[in-house]
């Protein structure tokens, strides 16, 4: 029997995950990470209720007073304790790098970054000081453990869920070695359905809970003004067309994020795509879809979860949680940097390659790393 600390979000997929591990009859603590207030009062100001941080009424984010309560009772259910880790002055970080990306022109994922440095950084912070063995959240991922390669214990390595239309194995690749030899990721062999009819067969009360939206601290489409206050006001500048021709204004470059077709309010009879981002000149450069920058990027920040050679090789690179990833030539640039050059980027593209946003690659379905993208490259 393991002590185990379970990431417990008040989630159906928390809730099974610590169902499996009780079953399975080891030691379980459940874990409640605080990353804001919740149901923060208007500001006195006058903003509005957005510029601050945490859930919302009326949001489905993480860390509601809901998520706690439901926490909770699925925690007594299971007959396990549950216990808050207020995460606050962490999950500040994360949104305040959110906001820079998005000052800089890039589109950030603070989901990501959410899993590098909360529940890969802090939750085994907390696991070490109560002292358990392993920790365990409900991505839908899996962990196999290579019996080929010769080592005792066998190495692990991350795999995409069996749930292919729900892995989230792409939000990972920050997780050390010595950390994944810790993990645990007991959903990752079931379905969505699955997770959910067994919930329901326990009498869980997530077994119908939706799921949380994809930033748990901000409604959809009110980041820029987010943004926008935390930097003192909105980017505004003009639109203009890959000649430098100004085609319009726009209301700031935090609206907008390479790849983006809506919402630029121009007609010019054909449709147009923002092809990049400049914040030195808050210039949104737009073009057709065909001047899409597909060909390659490079990626700093990188994390290596498995050993990948030193000499160019070929793999599958992940430039969106929802796209399908591509075929590559990525070539290692030192420790902290790579570049991938797409084989068939006008065949096989791996969509909008987006600074700020994840490259992530794999070996068919087993995760060998991945970087943050900083540039895109056209030839």
């Excluded at 799921?211 to 926008?228: K, M, N, T």
């Excluded at 003009?238 to 100004?246: A, F, L, N």
Aim: net charge negative; charged share 20%.
């Amino acid at each position: 029997m393991s002590r185990i600390v379970i990431a417990m979000s008040g989630g159906v997929d928390s809730s099974v995950t610590a169902s499996l591990l009780v079953e399975a009859g080891h030691d379980c603590i459940g874990v409640f990470m605080r990353h804001g207030q919740p149901a923060l009062p208007p500001p006195s100001d006058g903003l509005s209720i957005v510029e601050a941080p945490g859930p919302k009424p009326g949001h489905q984010g993480c860390c509601s007073v809901t998520d706690a309560l439901d926490a909770r009772r699925v925690a007594e259910h299971l007959g396990i304790p549950l216990y808050p880790l207020d995460l606050t002055d962490d999950f500040e970080k994360i949104i305040d790098t959110f906001v820079t990306e998005y000052g800089a022109g890039r589109t950030p994922n603070p989901c990501v970054r959410c899993n590098q440095w909360i529940k890969f950084g802090r939750l085994f912070d907390y696991a070490d000081a109560v002292g358990a063995t392993h920790v365990a959240t409900g991505h839908y991922a899996r962990i196999v453990h290579n019996q080929t390669s010769g080592t005792h214990p066998p190495i692990p390595e991350i795999h995409r869920g069996h749930d292919v239309s729900r892995d989230q194995s792409y939000v990972l690749f920050g997780i050390t070695p010595d950390r994944l030899a810790r993990m645990l990721l007991p959903i990752g062999e079931l379905t969505k359905s699955e997770v959910r009819s067994r919930a329901d067969q326990l009498g869980l009360v997530t077994a119908t809970k939706p799921d949380s939206q994809e930033i748990c601290f901000v409604p959809p489409g009110e980041h820029p003004r987010l943004v926008a206050h935390r930097l003192g006001g909105s980017r505004a500048g003009d639109i203009v067309d890959t000649s430098g021709s100004v085609l319009g204004q726009h209301p700031g470059i935090e609206h907008f994020t390479v790849g983006q077709r809506q919402g630029l309010g121009i007609a010019i009879g054909s449709p147009l795509y923002v092809i990049r981002i400049e914040p030195e000149t808050l210039r949104v450069v737009v073009g057709p879809k065909s001047d899409l920058p597909l060909q390659g990027l490079i990626a700093d920040e990188v994390s290596w979860v498995a050993d990948v050679p030193t000499t160019p090789f070929e793999c599958l690179v992940q430039c969106r949680a929802q796209r399908p990833p591509a075929k590559a030539i990525v070539t290692r640039k030192g420790d902290q940097e790579f570049e991938a050059r797409f084989l068939e980027p006008t065949v096989n593209a791996p969509g909008p390659i987006t600074p700020g946003q994840p490259a992530v690659c794999y070996d068919n379905t087993h995760l060998l790393g991945g970087g943050w993208i900083v540039k895109h490259e056209t030839t």
